[in-house]
């Protein structure tokens, strides 16, 4: 393939520029990207595209920009071939892997949308109604969540004097200005003192006589709360690690001692805590925190309670799945992401604050941008330029409403436990955990080496302490090497690539302390159907079995040094 | 207009998502859309639309999310009508007010192909060619700037071992990276100390024995600065602002005065320079600081050395721009925002870093999404979930190409050159600066006051020590009238609503210490032509003289005064 050469000039510039009068081209180019995409969505194929990482450097190698315009058509093929043909496929009902999902296809059409009227939400000056929508949307977030009174809402709306919450582009910069407002609150101004805002981190601890200050979350926390403490001065250590407890909750008794240890201290260890993170949704397992237990003891503690529901938050459309969020509605600060469950396309993450004044902490201005008394949304903002990404969130919950939500968290959760029960019946399967929000951990076990770790565990249970002790050691040798095992296998299945679960580890299951690798599927997909999780399945149960032959030598070694060790022990005992 | 009610069923809803066999609806509804996007592109009508803010206030009013469905179609209605309708006309050729400005038309259809794929940079799993396309990227505009060897190119084009910068969501995200690298950097681990991100910021303070931490930047650095100053927990009073000359640029005898106040300091009152913030564009009049003479400073007080280009960093793909940026090669970090010079829509930030391994000083990783050893551009980044934006800034770089952004930049120079000069020559308005990259400050003042204000400063510069003060009084006070009067202006020039330039106060101009409130105009779209200049032009002086006549009456008064003053004066001498 030749590119034809273009000779720019400045006449064929401007008719690239959206013209009032006549875009025709415009119009033909979109057509003829509707087809493009059209095409693709035909094609079956690979999750990932079967060409090599190594391969793609060689075709992204280029290390300066080119000099040469090219014409539309010669990059959209480009496009097409180099880069749409080796995407992965997240919208695939047999990718099963990550919370990145299929959208529906109006978001396409509402991508245009917000692109050619390209508003800025930073500023009333470059966003009008775009503004208001933004601010509408919030309010229906908020009181989703918060359920304040009917007032509240009415007067706050489209209240342009506060900020009901935030629009950001990920659930990260939503954890981020939560937890900013929090240490806001922690350390406000006072007296003399300015607030930590102005006068800084470390002069906020001297003015109110701490020595530290922290934040707590479950082992299950998602990696954005430890990136939060860096970003805001407080330190990745200073985020206490709450062990959780089979369902993967935080443990509250163990959340207590860790608070009694704090308030215990002396004043020499003077101890903030700036924020409680309540967890609903967990990455891992999908799993909600006692969420109401959490915020009395945050009230207990004067600590910043803030909940990160970037994965479960939008399941609150469904009546039905409010008991899981108990306590909730008095949480200061709530995160949710629209690219999850809200079916939005990458990226956009919601931030709410139960208080109306909240934001206020970390309002700002400038001359140029967002005057003091202005109407600007950015005065509230961690980021500045945004997009009118909310666009497409918005017209979701109309469009699929909460009638339609139901329906599909719905389907994600017949589909949940459908996989979870032909997992079980499968014998060589071993599923974690009792899945809330449509996540699976589990792992491949072959049958004969599953009932091997019942029965250590039974005597583990209810043994003397040395046969206790050595039912222990063996878990742990056959633990590890069914580890071992489910690496390669999620290899293997990266390589068959016809479908796609993701992997991950977790330390919370009945074999702790053992680490346990596990297989995680999230089965959001509405096209995702009884039919491809037997095929999933299948699939995984056989390229296990035949990875398996490889790991038996081992096994068996594990099993006969058992039956030596015992030999052993046998003849000492004569 | 009466929405048809959607009875909600599964099967509806799955035919919703992209289906890979049969998305007949989506072309359909594809065609449609792009009819609704044609044809708002023809309508003409104000800037702003004429609705109210109050207005708009009862449009979107609606407190709680709506049960019931709608069809696609009449959301779509609801859209254009309500949205599109009401939306700021952020592409005219009469909008010269923002830096956001019209885009080409192939970015909405970028943007669909984004949204279609629904790529999450974070992961290699959910994002596959868009991963290398992204670092390809990052290396074409990494070497615009630092222009290392070819070998350093082709070493780190594709190497995922380190990151040469980040796609962020704008400039905000990208110097906020960049400073929290150099916060790292300031105090970074040694011996038994882990470093500012783990222990956080008061101890790495203390640690390193510095009661003060830094950023110094001029006075008209972004607010940005600023918020990342609170953020990162070094307190917003700790950024250090410089004065600027009347070019806008720092002044570098005032910054060397500051450095020397720190290095004098006493051991209880010992400071930490973190960085040193240069500019590339400022926001107010795209002024451009001795980036050269910054770059020798930081290194003399080992200073990290960031550059805020995130409006000019884009006018680099032109060769006779370098000059203007000598010294940005030497700097340690550089902020580019792609929806500025780059005409892509909102909004996406690239920072880079010179060193291609300041990023690990960030490096993060987690079980379940971005393991240690992976190849996930996760590792590096602030943000978690990003989407594939940087395609259509690599699209751009390859449709537009290095000599179709000249001719752009050649006609937005021209433009802003064409408009100062027909502005100089009216008579009625004052320019500021000299304009370097497409942003001018000017106001409106009648011919009269204006050589009443070029007397005062001339016998303010050459007269007795009494009659200088009285001169200046009196530029005292016809300025305060001016500024009065273009804040009426910018208002009455929103209220006609046929053309839009923005409004800021600078305290940097001739007259200072008074600060002068000026029109602001940003001179970008390809299609603003002289004409539609001169049409400008003369609907601000039109507007502005009759504003003035409600004016002329104080500033009779001041006359006046003058004249009874001297009066009195007089009469005291006899």
């Known amino acids: 393939m030749t590119d034809k050469k273009v000779d720019s000039n400045l006449e064929y510039l401007k008719k690239l520029f959206i013209m009032p009068d006549s875009p025709d081209k415009f119009i033909e180019f979109g057509h003829q990207l509707l087809e493009i995409l059209h095409h693709l969505f035909q094609e079956r194929g690979g999750i990932h595209s079967s060409i090599t990482l190594p391969q793609l450097s060689m075709i992204f190698d280029q290390t300066a920009i080119p000099n040469n315009p090219k014409l539309i058509k010669d990059v959209l093929i480009e496009i097409k071939d180099k880069i749409i043909h080796h995407s992965v496929k997240v919208g695939s009902p047999y990718y099963i892997g990550h919370m990145t999902s299929a959208i529906p296809y109006f978001m396409i059409l509402l991508e245009m949308i917000i692109a050619a009227l390209n508003q800025n939400q930073v500023k009333i000056e470059t966003a009008k109604a775009s503004s208001f929508v933004e601010r509408e949307f919030l309010a229906w977030l908020h009181r989703l969540i918060f359920q304040r009174t009917d007032r509240f809402y009415e007067r706050n709306v489209q209240n342009h004097r506060i900020a009901l919450g ?45 020595k530290r200050a922290v934040v707590i979350v479950s082992a299950r926390g998602h990696y954005s709360i430890k990136k939060a403490a860096n970003l805001l001065g407080i330190g990745e250590e200073n985020v206490l690690s709450i062990p959780v407890d089979l369902c993967n909750r935080i443990d509250i008794d163990a959340l207590k001692e860790t608070l009694k240890d704090i308030e215990s201290r002396e004043i020499d260890e003077r101890t903030k805590v700036i924020a409680i993170v309540g967890i609903a949704g967990t990455t891992e397992t999908g799993n909600i925190d006692n969420l109401d237990a959490l915020e009395q003891i945050s009230r207990d503690v004067d600590a910043y309670y803030h909940i990160d529901a970037c994965w479960g938050g939008s399941a609150l459309l469904v009546e039905e799945y409010r008991t899981l969020f108990k306590g909730i509605e008095r949480a200061d600060s709530v995160s949710v992401d629209a690219h999850k469950l809200l079916y939005c396309p990458m990226s956009m993450g919601i931030v709410l604050f139960r208080s109306e004044k909240d934001l206020n902490y970390i309002r700002h201005s400038s001359q140029y941008v967002i005057r003091r008394n202005s109407v600007d949304m950015g005065r509230f903002t961690v980021e500045g330029s945004r997009s009118f990404a909310c666009l497409k969130a918005w017209a979701a919950l109309k469009i699929i ?64 302490k040395e046969k206790s002790k050595e039912a222990k050691q063996n878990i742990r040798k056959i633990n590890h090497l069914i580890n071992g095992l489910n690496i390669k296998l999620h290899k293997a299945l990266r390589m068959d690539d016809t479908t796609f679960v993701s992997r991950t580890i977790l330390e919370s299951t009945q074999y702790r302390p053992n680490k346990i690798v596990v297989l995680r599927a999230v089965l959001i997909n509405p096209l995702t159907s009884e039919h491809i999780l037997d095929e999933i399945l299948e699939i995984q149960k056989r390229i296990g079995l035949q990875i398996w032959q490889g790991f038996e030598p081992a096994y068996q070694k594990i099993l006969e040094k058992l039956v030596n060790e015992k030999r052993i022990k046998a003849t000492r005992e004569i």
């Open 401 to 464: 409403g909460r009638q339609g939500y139901s329906l599909l968290f719905g389907h994600a959760r017949n589909s949940t436990e459908y996989f979870k029960q032909i997992l079980d019946n499968s014998g060589d399967f071993e599923t974690f955990s009792q899945p809330e929000l449509f996540i699976l951990a589990y792992r491949f076990i072959p049958n004969a080496a599953r009932e091997k770790l019942i029965e250590w565990c039974k005597i583990s249970a209810h043994s003397s």
């Open 166 to 210: 935030n629009i950001t582009s990920d659930g990260t910069i939503g954890n981020m200005t939560a937890l900013l407002v929090a240490r806001e609150k922690a350390f406000p101004p006072k007296g003399g003192f300015p607030g930590c805002r102005i006068a800084g981190f470390d002069k906020a601890l001297k003015f109110y006589g701490y």
